[in-house]
């Protein structure tokens, strides 16, 4: 049984960001100065260790979360890596869900950027504790208020700054330890050694570091009542002692940000960001137990970490291996997992059996005979397992699931066929397989073409999946232009009656219903009710067995809309009258007729289309502004504000702007070229994705024109 000793010297933290923020260059250092790596390798040179696949050593980005443990001062350190860009931020997601907290790396020089914004979220949602690392300090016009600022005022975050730098820019030589007040400097070939003395006194830099401690404390006080009665009673002179375990108390229950700063590829920083790892993230037993829901009666279920609770973990990514089949990453939230234990998958309801259970570092692996509470490892041999899915042993008599995940919906998509059919049943596998690796990838056959289509979040991902087809699985396919992933919805609120009878093989069918169709609140949703009267006795005015019939004819004819065969969003269906007669109406009659209502109410009431909406942010110098915000204009985007850009300035000035608009999908298709063509290659932009809004009439009409094909 593992003692408390042993599961407090765990830390399940992520570490994430907006793209180019510094994630992988952070963790490069931390894999260095912990002793797994003996070199370090750099993101630009195409060598990081985390960023194995070539895809992403090519493109000097993250697109997979990777996984790997280290060690730091007798605590093991379970981190992974994630994606900062938006198209794989479901990679984020899967990893939030099963961490205990998060480094959220910020670049000095521009502050949140969008993405950051994003992920911040993401954590929030999954109430992840975290620590701010700004980054690159070392840059031209660098500044840690900056980010800050931008944590309070963009992300509600309440920073408690905790250091502050030694110089910045090209003069950024070291740190200054706020609850000590000393310096920090980063000694030898790559800042291993770390060399502590005290602020010496009199100087603007000590003056600066004790205006800096006394917000410290405030900050600190603002969210701890002990500090908050210390610093009454004694001003700022509170010793870190007590300041610690209550900034401690803040982040674990997040209503404080303990704000680090550094420069990680000067190697300046990270030890004592790996400090603030142990000092202030989350072990897993400072966790309150994980719920979960019962099989059977959907009882809440609560499983302590502690090890002699029945063995409780989700799995949250498959990984294929080429010579090993899938690997299924897990977290354990309570009990452990001998490599001999048979499983079972609450969520699909399988038994499974691991072969091997590994300890991942990137794409190296390291057998083990068992894992712990609190721990993160990697199955082989689970056949059903995928994403979200709960795992329990085999004969626990309780049988328990787990909450799932967030998966957003596809909003862009591409027609794919193999060059030969020889090699059709090889690209239906590996299509399989990225579904199965990928939860926010989908796979589906276009009901008049017959085409199969790659349904994704943006062109990078598919892109990125087309390319690994044919790297791993030497696939030559035919891919088509990427197309927008519309929607349906109501134009108008409509009532729709309709009786259906008619002779089935022999046997009469009858059903009558009246539905209410009325369009909802964008990104409400769909709804079914029913609100046929009840009869004079007190009765059910309709059976609840064709009521249930009613409503899964609703959802299946709403899967489908009139003008373009899109899913039908945002409608609200309501039954409120029926009439039925023994022994003619059945489950089959009732689904025909509510279909064919619905369907047919949305033609006659009239459909309108939906397009995703982007939110677009383009960083570009003054000179070329104007045509950006033009081109924009002439792809129906809407400038939603203009902002210096923090990080390009000269003599004090701002150099570049930042637009903000909101722009379709539809017209930022191949959008990076058209960009470097207007700017001449200065400028960079970041896409994300907002809702889904109307199209305007004259363009659906278009759009509903050319893929008719009439």
Not at 88 to 105: H, K, N, W
Not at 298 to 315: I, K, Q, S
Not at 462 to 479: A, F, G, K, W
Not at 627 to 638: E, K
């Amino acid at each position: 049984m593992a003692s408390d000793p042993e599961l407090q010297s765990i830390r399940d933290i992520g570490i994430m960001a907006h793209i180019d923020a510094g994630k992988t260059t952070t963790t490069e250092r931390i894999l260095f100065y912990t002793g797994i790596t003996h070199r370090i390798g750099e993101v630009h040179d195409g060598a990081a260790v985390m960023d194995y696949m070539p895809q992403e050593q090519e493109r000097g980005i993250t697109i997979t979360a990777a996984a790997t443990t280290c060690f730091w001062q007798e605590h093991r350190i379970n981190i992974i890596d994630t994606p900062g860009h938006v198209d794989f931020t479901v990679e984020v997601e899967r990893s939030l869900r099963v961490l205990d907290g998060a480094i959220a790396v910020f670049d000095a020089v521009s502050g949140v950027e969008p993405q950051s914004e994003t992920v911040w979220r993401q954590a929030d949602r999954y109430h992840v504790p975290r620590i701010a690392f700004v980054n690159k300090l070392d840059r031209v016009g660098a500044t840690l208020e900056l980010t800050v600022d931008m944590l309070r005022d963009r992300l509600g975050a309440h920073p408690m700054v905790a250091q502050i730098p030694m110089g910045l820019e090209g003069d950024f030589s070291g740190i200054v330890d706020l609850l000590t007040l000393e310096t920090l400097r980063f000694e030898g070939e790559h800042g291993e050694k770390v060399v502590r003395a005290p602020l010496a006194t009199g100087t603007p830099l000590h003056e600066q570091a004790v205006a800096a401690r006394l917000r410290l404390v405030e900050a600190v006080g603002e969210v701890d009542d002990d500090i908050m009665a210390a610093y009454l009673e004694h001003g700022g002179e509170v010793p870190a002692e007590q300041l610690r375990p209550a900034m401690r108390r803040a982040t674990l229950a997040n209503r404080g940000v303990v704000v680090l700063c550094g420069s990680s590829l000067k190697n300046k920083g990270v030890q004592p960001l790996l400090d603030a790892v142990i000092e202030y993230l989350p072990a897993p037993s400072d966790l309150p137990p994980v719920e979960a829901h019962r099989e059977g009666d959907g009882a809440l279920v609560t499983r302590a970490p502690r090890a002699d609770e029945p063995f409780l973990a989700l799995a949250f990514k498959v990984l294929f291996d080429p010579h090993r089949g899938p690997l299924v990453f897990f977290r354990v939230y309570s009990g452990k997992l001998r490599i001999k234990d048979a499983l079972q998958n609450t969520s699909k309801g399988r038994k499974e059996k691991p072969q091997r259970l590994l300890q991942i570092h990137a794409n190296k692996t390291t057998e083990i005979e068992e894992v712990g509470v609190g721990n993160i490892a990697a199955a082989v041999g689970l056949k059903f397992t995928g994403t979200g899915d709960t795992l329990i042993l085999a004969d626990d008599k309780e049988k328990v699931v787990l909450a799932g995940m967030q998966i957003p919906e596809p909003v862009i998509f591409r027609a794919i066929e193999a060059k030969t059919a020889a090699d059709q049943p090889a690209l239906d596998e590996a299509l399989a397989r990225f579904v199965r690796e990928d939860p926010s990838f989908r796979v589906q056959q276009d009901r008049d073409s017959g085409q199969t289509l790659v349904c994704g979040q943006g062109e990078l991902h598919l892109e990125i999946i087309i390319d690994r087809m044919m790297r791993e699985h030497r696939l030559e396919v035919h891919v088509g232009k990427p197309q927008v992933a519309y929607r349906e919805a109501l134009s108008r609120p409509f009532t729709k009656t309709l009786e259906y009878e008619r002779d089935a093989g022999g046997k009469r069918q009858y059903a009558k219903v009246v539905l209410e169709l009325e369009p909802r609140e964008r990104g409400a949703g769909n709804a079914f009710e029913s609100a046929v009267p009840k009869t004079p006795t007190g009765q059910p005015g309709l059976p609840p067995v064709f009521v249930q019939s009613t409503k899964t004819g609703c959802e299946d004819a709403l899967t489908r809309g009139p003008l373009l065969g899109y899913p039908v969003v945002d409608t609200s269906v309501r039954l409120v009258a029926a009439a039925y007669r023994e022994g003619d109406s059945s489950d089959a009659s009732f689904q025909a007729a509510a279909a064919m209502a619905t369907m047919q109410g949305f033609e006659e009431a009239g459909a309108v289309l939906l397009e995703p909406m982007m939110a677009v942010e383009v960083v570009v110098p003054d000179d070329f502004t104007g045509n950006v915000v033009s081109d924009l204009n002439g792809r129906r985007g809407r400038i939603m504000g203009m902002e210096p850009a923090r990080a390009a300035t000269e003599g004090g000035r701002s150099t570049a702007q930042v637009v903000k608009a909101e722009v379709p999908l539809a017209e930022m298709v191949g959008y990076a070229t058209a960009i470097r063509s207007a700017t001449q290659g200065r400028a960079s932009y970041t896409m994300q994705f907002s809702h889904y809004d109307i199209v305007p009439p004259d363009v659906q009409q278009a759009i509903v024109t050319r893929m008719r094909g009439y």
